[in-house]
């Protein structure tokens, strides 16, 4: 089983479910991303609660990153190209200019 929550922050449901996040990273969304897994625990028998994984990129490895520090509940998690710091992730921006 996959599943693929959309948390606070993501597009597609307005601004201003787009704008929950700012200022507030890991907060929000970590609460999203956690009632999806107990809502998933609790709601489907054969989800076994002691063999569940978790991955992200991008913003998601950032979650995933917060995640392992904040809970004990996966098996393994995965991070992929997670956001770390800000100041040097806009500074590796490539400027084309034609």
Do not use: C
Not at 72 to 89: C, D, I, R, T, Y
């Amino acid at each position: 089983m996959v599943i693929a929550p959309n948390p606070r922050g993501s597009t597609g449901y307005g601004q201003k479910f787009t704008d929950e996040i700012s200022k507030d990273w890991g907060g929000k969304v970590y609460t999203d991303l956690m009632n999806v897994y107990d809502y998933a625990v609790k709601s489907f028998k054969y989800v076994d609660k002691n063999n569940i994984f978790a991955a992200g990129a991008s913003y998601g490895g950032y979650m995933i990153n917060w995640i392992a520090g904040h809970t004990n509940k996966f098996k393994a998690l995965v991070s992929h190209a997670g956001v770390f710091n800000l100041e040097s992730m806009f500074g590796n921006k490539k400027i084309v200019v034609p």
